[in-house]
């Protein structure tokens, strides 16, 4: 910690190796590389995490830079309202808006959600990730997880229809989620949301990719369609009404939690239900997603799950069950 009146910014690269591999229909990773923002001031520190995502041209080097950048001006007395206007949605803005969250509860000596004026978080059940893979590796993957309430699956295009049927096989108790990563296509997409129907999935996320999904419009849906790649802010909602049934908040796409629970509001006014989602990362990046959590249909929050090792301090998992942040994590 650092004791300056002056906030202090502060930032690293943190690299967390994945349990085996984690696979999605754009490639497979092994390791979770984040970003780490500090800001520190009369002996307080504040945290908040970030993952960049390739998919929208980010990578961890200019990450750090792009919040490296900003420290002259938050010794110049950057706030987190400044900050929304300071820099664009995505993952640096993340990091440094979570980070003054965390400092500003700190110095009040209160907890996020109440500084904020937001409900207590409590214990919600969190999907758990399937990787995507031949029908029968996906099929053990499930099995081993079918003790599960709720699984997200990876789909990824061509052979779906018999991925999704060996995994309701393995797993016929689960709520089961389905995660395309745009994968699909017009010409297979009523075939893929039938599959998907006929095995009782609850939610599809993502089949088609952003600004090419006008065919969600066009078909009757058997089962609801949830935009992710296709939603970021709170600008972005009202033009996915009619394609999308649902939207995923990542803190890591709106650019912190600021944004996060705004566009909650404002998706819940519109209707929309909500999944509060995350990159593969550690608890520091959960913890302020739980503040999402009482508006949410959908928590998909497994990121330390999927780790070979979390971070000192991390939520508490018990099988499904995530439980919200000690103070000693975040918030």
């Given at each position: ?6 906030p ?15 696979t ?5 990773k092994?390791?979770a ?5 500090e ?16 998919r929208?041209g980010?990578?961890p080097?200019a990450?750090?830079a ?9 010794r110049?007395?950057?706030d987190?309202?400044a ?8 993952a ?10 965390d ?22 059940t969190?999907a758990?990730?399937i ?6 590796a996906?099929?053990?993957?499930t ?6 309430p709720?699984?997200?699956?990876k789909?990824?295009?061509d052979?779906d229809?018999?991925?999704?049927a060996a995994?309701r ?26 599959a998907?129907?006929?095995v009782g ?8 990719p ?22 970021h802010t709170?600008?972005?909602?009202a033009s996915l ?12 796409k ?6 996060a629970?705004?566009m909650a ?8 239900e ?16 739980m ?5 949410a249909?959908f ?5 330390p799950?999927?780790l ?22 975040w918030?």
């Open positions: 910690m650092t004791s300056s009146k002056v202090v910014l502060a930032a690293r690269i943190e690299r967390f190796p994945i349990a085996g591999s984690f999605i229909s754009r490639g497979a092994t390791e590389v984040t970003v780490v923002a800001l520190s001031r009369n002996g307080l520190t504040g945290r908040g995490e970030c993952v960049p995502y390739p929208y980010e990578t080097e990450t750090l792009a919040i490296l950048t900003m420290q002259e001006a938050v110049g007395g950057l987190r309202q900050l929304q206007a300071a820099m664009k949605p995505g640096a803005r993340n990091a440094l808006d979570c980070a003054f969250i400092l500003e509860a700190k110095q009040a000596g209160v907890r996020a959600w109440n500084l904020l004026d937001r409900p207590s978080p409590g214990m919600r969190t758990f990730t990787s995507l893979g031949t029908p029968e996906m099929a053990a993957a099995a081993r997880a079918a003790h599960r709720l699984l997200k699956i789909l990824g295009g052979g229809p018999e991925r999704i995994i096989k393995a797993a016929p108790e689960s709520e089961l989620v389905v995660d395309a990563n745009e994968a699909w296509t017009p010409t297979n997409l009523e075939a893929n949301l039938a998907c129907a006929d999935v609850t939610l599809v996320e993502q089949p088609l952003a600004g090419r999904d006008d065919a969600l419009a066009m078909i009757k849906r058997p089962v609801a369609v949830c935009a992710d790649e296709s939603v709170r600008e972005t909602l009404r009619g394609r999308y049934d649902a939207v995923n908040i990542k803190l890591d709106s650019g912190g939690l600021t944004e629970l705004a509001d404002a998706a819940q006014a519109l209707g929309f909500i999944m509060i989602g995350c990159m593969v990362a550690t608890s520091l990046s959960m913890a302020p997603a503040l999402v959590t009482p508006q249909r928590v998909d929050l497994d990121g799950l999927l070979a090792r979390d971070r000192d301090h991390g939520l508490r998992y018990d099988e499904s069950l995530i439980y919200p942040p000690d103070a000693s994590l918030g």
